[in-house]
């Protein structure tokens, strides 16, 4: 979540183009293992030896694509912040006024965000322990809570006064419910729970 990941990684993931085929989908599945790494064990807990053990390659192998776990660290949050972005700026394109159908396609939009990015989104917490790392997060979460209040005070009949507050709710509700629907798997139709999330929305900017 530095510097490092974009010297390595674009926002868009175009430096796979650089890799061949079977490079390419060998780097993938190291960061694919990592991210459920990660949430199952922690940032702390995860040794490289776990993640070649989970690609079923050598370590020789790990560094021929990776200096260190930290620099997968780095690109996942990057690719997530970037993705991030991408779809709280996807509910800008939405008609004005919006329907109910018109914010449940987003809140969809959103849950297939998490289903790619979920697992790295909630073992964040357990990332790296320094300043720097916390910082940063620190700076991304308030800037996308922040976009997304815009956003949706935007649409407001009765405009909120603190839009960074709005953003962080409807951002916690979308990712709490999706974890508990998706990650966690409870008995609960995620079509349900998109319908419900979107009531939530429609009255939020109704007021």
Not at 109 to 119: I, P, V
Not at 159 to 183: F, K, V
Request: glycine share 8%.
């Amino acid at each position: 979540m530095d510097k490092s990941a974009e010297q390595t990684l674009d926002a868009d993931g175009t430096a796979d183009d650089k890799l061949g085929p079977r490079a390419a989908r060998t780097r993938n599945a190291i960061l694919q293992a990592s991210k459920q790494l990660f949430l199952d064990r922690g940032y702390g807990g995860t040794r490289i030896n776990n993640i070649t053990d989970a690609c079923g390659i050598s370590r020789a192998g790990f560094y021929t694509y990776f200096r260190d776990k930290r620099e997968i660290f780095n690109m996942l949050g990057d690719v997530t912040y970037h993705d991030l972005l991408k779809v709280v700026g996807a509910l800008d394109h939405l008609p004005r006024p919006a329907c109910r159908a018109d914010l449940e396609g987003w809140i969809r939009q959103y849950f297939a965000f998490m289903d790619e990015h979920g697992a790295f989104i909630l073992s964040a917490q357990s990332g790296p322990a320094d300043e720097a790392v916390r910082l940063a997060s620190n700076r991304m979460q308030m800037r996308v809570a922040f976009l997304l209040g815009v956003s949706l005070r935007g649409r407001q009949q009765h405009p909120t006064t603190a839009p960074e507050a709005l953003g962080l709710a409807a951002q916690a509700m979308m990712d709490r419910s999706w974890y508990h629907c998706c990650a966690q798997q409870l008995p609960i139709d995620v079509n349900d729970v998109v319908g419900v999330v979107a009531d939530f929305f429609v009255a939020a900017l109704e007021g």
